[in-house]
Nanobody
Framework: QVRLVESGGGLVQAGGSLRLSCAAS????????MGWFRQAPGKEREFVAGISWSGRSTSYGESVKGRVTISRDNARDNAKNTMHLEMNSLKPEDTAIYSC??????????????????????WGQGTQVTVSS
């Protein structure tokens, strides 16, 4: 499994911005699509954004489309890769625990984005994002 560690959460006012990061290491095979999910108290887990291994393909949840941008940096030796989520125009309803996830893939699926939680096999601990009104 891939080890995932999130960072960058915090408290921000409505209309503000945050940048979440996810450091990924380990895993065999070492190719994986990545994604962000969020879960607010009393609500189901929600897909936020996903990115393929190659970085060429992305997908966004309807509730955040146009306000967030996902990106990734794959290390040359693939020892440690990083994914980012830039969030702008934040709203109180964006308040949730944000978790990054990895879905191991193969070279022939390097442009595939996963949008369903069940496709992901590794998860981070999550980082809290709180947007005040």
């Amino acid at each position: 499994q891939v080890r995932l560690v999130e960072s960058g959460g915090g408290l921000v006012q409505a209309g503000g911005s945050l940048r979440l990061s996810c450091a990924a290491s380990g895993g065999t095979p070492s190719m994986y699509a990545m994604g962000w999910f969020r879960q607010a108290p009393g609500k189901e887990r929600e897909f936020v954004a996903g990115i393929s291994w190659s970085g060429r393909s992305t997908s966004y949840g309807e509730s955040v489309k146009g306000r967030v941008t996902i990106s990734r940096d794959n290390a040359r030796d693939n020892a440690k890769n990083t994914m980012h989520l830039e969030m702008n125009s934040l709203k109180p309803e964006d308040t949730a625990i944000y978790s990054c996830a990895a879905a191991q893939t193969r070279i022939w699926n390097m442009d595939l984005v996963q949008t369903k939680a069940g496709e992901y096999t590794s998860w981070g601990q999550g980082t809290q994002v709180t947007v005040s009104s």
